[in-house]
């Protein structure tokens, strides 16, 4: 039985680099954020909730994870 190559798909790079990318990211940010926890820890319980939000939520996930899962699946850095 052969491979019609009209329905072939051809692996992209793209999706491998993109995952060892996007584990060295919250490697990084986890010993970044695990170091700030001496200064954040003084904060009262109120003040250490908003900073973990940001930071864990907003900072690593939306801002440079939305670009970089855009750019495995098309090849742009930008969607649309």
């Known amino acids: 039985m052969s491979i019609d190559p009209r329905h072939y798909h051809q692996p992209s ?5 993109g ?3 996007i584990l ?3 490697l990084g940010w986890a010993v970044l954020v695990g170091s700030l926890s001496p200064l ?3 904060l009262p319980m109120w003040g250490q909730v908003p900073v973990y939000i ?3 939520l907003i900072w690593i996930w939306i801002l440079p994870l939305r670009r970089l899962l855009a750019w495995m699946e098309t090849g742009r ?3 649309g």
């Open 13 to 17: 790079w793209r999706k491998p680099a």
């Open 54 to 56: 940001v930071l864990g």
């Open 77 to 79: 850095w930008r969607q």
């Open 24 to 26: 060295g990211l919250i």
């Open 19 to 21: 995952m060892f990318a």
């Open 40 to 42: 954040i820890g003084q």
